[in-house]
């Protein structure tokens, strides 16, 4: 049988959607745009991504009334018996592993499996079929930090952890498949813990496997560079000059309204650790715009500690209610017309310490590993996440390349390979 999948949302999204894939094309089920069989993993982060989740499902129903459409994830896990949904099969975020035993055993009545994640176990995925530069491991999934506006721990659960055994032999199994750079992914990747061992622990005993060029962290909370991980970060260079920390917000005010656990000076100075130890560390965050009450004087405070900081790109998000969370019942919610105003100044700002931090690398030589081939020119990205652009042969995608940085054409730096290591 033939099949389509479509993912909305996050980096674990995409993770399990291609999990799924893997399934399915190991039963002898081919990828196709005519399927017998459409998979939408939704999402649930705000109003605009169930908008988004509902307009593809309908979509794909009207396209292929005769296909078996699976409808999975966060919103499912959010709306649970509230949607009313064209779909065969409807899963929360339990049982994407069991995708093919799922249509085995549809029999042309609405199946409905919507597990409560509170007691939900670690469902065990893994995958091996990224390509040969960068592998995911989902090593976590769930968080208890119940910031006042996210819905995320309402759908995905507690915070629950792969064994560390199996991580190790899941990063050994992609190593000796060829990936050089293997990323850690989750939903609080940082809170990772199996009983007594940590996170830092993982990370100690992953950056000592033979073989592995890279080890990047998907995102991670500042509460949770401790020590123990500032000593891994200083002492590999396995793990990546490139960070991303959500900060949410610049102002104590909000950040103590959004029930984040730190303050902004104890963000900047964990920072200021940071970069002592790696001065050309890359920092990237997440902000939301136009929280309830977020007064002009307290973005703009914002703004300010953006700039002390020196983050080197921000994702910005307008605020969204999401309907259970504190932050919906709160007061004094934001006009659309300014959240989009701020959104678009700091979108510029982060398009502008972009463009600075890629200025900074003009004339140096860096190291990249390609991870495309297009009209001549191999892309990739550096360990510090630079994205990088140089004519080269097709040969060199998923090795070493370096290359001397010639000039900023944004996205891209642009750079004449120099030297390469072919392992093949």
Do not use: W
């Amino acid at each position: 049988m033939k099949y389509k999948i479509i993912t909305l949302g996050c980096k674990v999204n995409e993770y399990e959607s291609e999990v799924m894939e893997s399934l399915l094309e190991n039963h002898g089920y081919i990828k196709s745009d005519d399927p017998d069989i459409c998979i939408v993993n939704t999402c649930t982060v705000t109003n605009t991504a169930d908008s988004k989740s509902r307009k593809v499902i309908r979509s794909l129903r009207r396209q292929h009334p005769n296909a078996i459409l699976v409808v999975a994830g966060c919103m499912i896990q959010n709306k649970k018996d509230k949607l009313d949904l064209p779909a065969d099969i409807i899963i929360g975020n339990k049982y994407k592993s069991d995708i093919v035993s799922l249509l085995e055993e549809y029999k042309d009545k609405q199946m409905y499996l919507v597990e409560d994640m509170d007691t939900a176990d670690f469902e065990d995925m893994s995958l091996n079929n990224f390509d040969l530069t960068r592998a995911y491991i989902k090593i976590e999934d769930g968080c208890d930090n119940y910031c006042s506006y996210c819905i995320i721990p309402y759908v995905r659960g507690h915070v629950r952890s792969k064994k560390h055994e199996k991580v190790i032999e899941e990063a050994k199994e992609l190593i000796k498949n060829g990936h050089k750079e293997i990323v850690l992914t989750g939903i609080h990747t940082g809170h990772y813990h199996d009983g007594n061992y940590s996170f830092a622990n993982l990370l100690q005993d992953l950056v000592k496997l033979d073989g592995l060029k890279r080890l990047r962290i998907s995102s991670i909370e500042i509460t949770e560079i401790n020590d123990e991980v500032l000593d891994v970060i200083q002492n590999s260079d396995v793990l990546v000059n490139h960070m991303h920390i959500p900060l949410q917000s610049g102002s104590n005010e909000i950040l103590k309204q959004m029930n984040r656990k730190y303050d902004k000076q104890y963000f900047i100075n964990k920072i200021k650790k940071l970069k002592a130890i790696k001065p050309d560390m890359n920092v990237t965050t997440d902000v939301i715009v136009g929280f309830p009450g977020e007064s002009e004087e307290q973005f703009e405070e914002g703004i300010e500690t953006i700039k002390e900081i020196g983050f080197t790109k921000i994702h910005v998000f307008p605020y969204s209610d999401r309907e259970g969370t504190v932050a919906s019942k709160m007061p004094n919610k934001i006009p659309g017309n300014i959240k989009k105003e701020r959104v678009k100044k700091l979108l510029e700002l982060s398009k502008s310490l972009e463009i600075s931090y890629m200025t900074k690398h003009l004339g140096s030589e860096v190291t990249f590993i390609p991870e495309v081939y297009e009209n001549g020119y191999l892309i990739g990205h550096t360990a510090n996440y630079l994205l990088i652009k140089a004519k080269g042969d097709e040969v060199l995608l998923a090795e070493e390349v370096t290359v001397k940085i010639s000039k900023v054409d944004y996205p891209y730096l642009l750079g004449d390979v120099k030297v390469f290591e072919l392992n093949r």
